[in-house]
T-cell receptor, first 111, second 115 residues
Framework: EDQVTQSPEALRLQEGESSSLNCSYTVSGLRGLFWYRQDPGKGPEFLFTLYSAGEEKEKERLKATLTKKESFLHITAPKPEDSATYLCAVQANFGNEKLTFGTGTRLTIIP | DGGITQSPKYLFRKEGQNVTLSCEQNLNHDAMYWYRQDPGQGLRLIYYSQIVNDFQKGDIAEGYSVSREKKESFPLTVTSAQKNPTAFYLC??????????????FGQGTRLTVV
């Protein structure tokens, strides 16, 4: 069974304090790993797709990386508007195309 | 603007009632999904559909039903058989990239509360 574990559950940072969020996964053949941002009471917003170990994607202050067992979402010099819950999901090569989600990391950036 | 529209945003259900949540997309995506989100849990798949007039059960389909009569629409009915329906419901769609469905794009959700 595919599994995704995100850590930490919650993270509080000062504005400008860089850090990383972790997504560990087990899947029977990875088709893709996805990062989403979710604001309270809203649907998840797509950020990145990573397909193979060594791949990196960047968007503004966010950079996602992928290894064979985990993915990191690096946040550089965050601003208060980066506060949100960040979700990680995996899609397996075999099966029903579904995404298996982690429980997310709730990130708070303090001004 | 292209996107996924869910309605209503808030829904209140009495015990024993069936309710239907609407999901419409104008992205021309083939695949559509329904997820349920509960506090402290990851999103869980209820049903999904890859083509019109066909759909499959996800991990937690009991007490739910769907239809896919049009490519753009994928309504979810929460029946009285669903024992704990209070949750945040999310509809999503994804495009077909070659032979695989890629990243899912989500609507803004419907919060269902049993009263």
């Amino acid at each position: 069974e595919d599994q995704v574990t995100q850590s930490p559950e919650a993270l509080r940072l000062q504005e400008g304090e860089s850090s990383s969020l972790n997504c560990s996964y087990t899947v029977s053949g990875l088709r893709g790993l996805f990062w989403y941002r979710q604001d309270p009471g809203k649907g998840p917003e797509f950020l990145f797709t990573l397909y193979s170990a060594g791949e990196e994607k960047e968007k503004e202050r966010l950079k996602a990386t992928l290894t064979k067992k985990e993915s990191f979402l690096h946040i550089t010099a965050p601003k208060p508007e980066d506060s949100a819950t960040y979700l990680c999901a995996v899609q397996a090569n075999f099966g029903n195309e579904k995404l298996t989600f982690g429980t997310g990391t709730r990130l708070t950036i303090i001004p | 603007d292209g996107g996924i529209t869910q309605s209503p945003k808030y829904l209140f259900r009495k015990e024993g009632q069936n309710v239907t949540l609407s999901c419409e997309q104008n992205l021309n995506h083939d695949a559509m999904y329904w997820y349920r989100q509960d506090p402290g849990q990851g999103l869980r798949l209820i049903y999904y559909s890859q083509i019109v007039n066909d759909f499959q059960k996800g991990d937690i389909a009991e007490g739910y039903s769907v239809s896919r009569e049009k490519k753009e629409s994928f309504p979810l009915t929460v029946t009285s058989a669903q024992k704990n329906p209070t949750a945040f419901y999310l509809c999503a769609s994804s495009p077909l990239d070659g032979t695989a469905y890629t990243e899912a794009f989500f609507g803004q959700g419907t919060r269902l509360t049993v009263v």
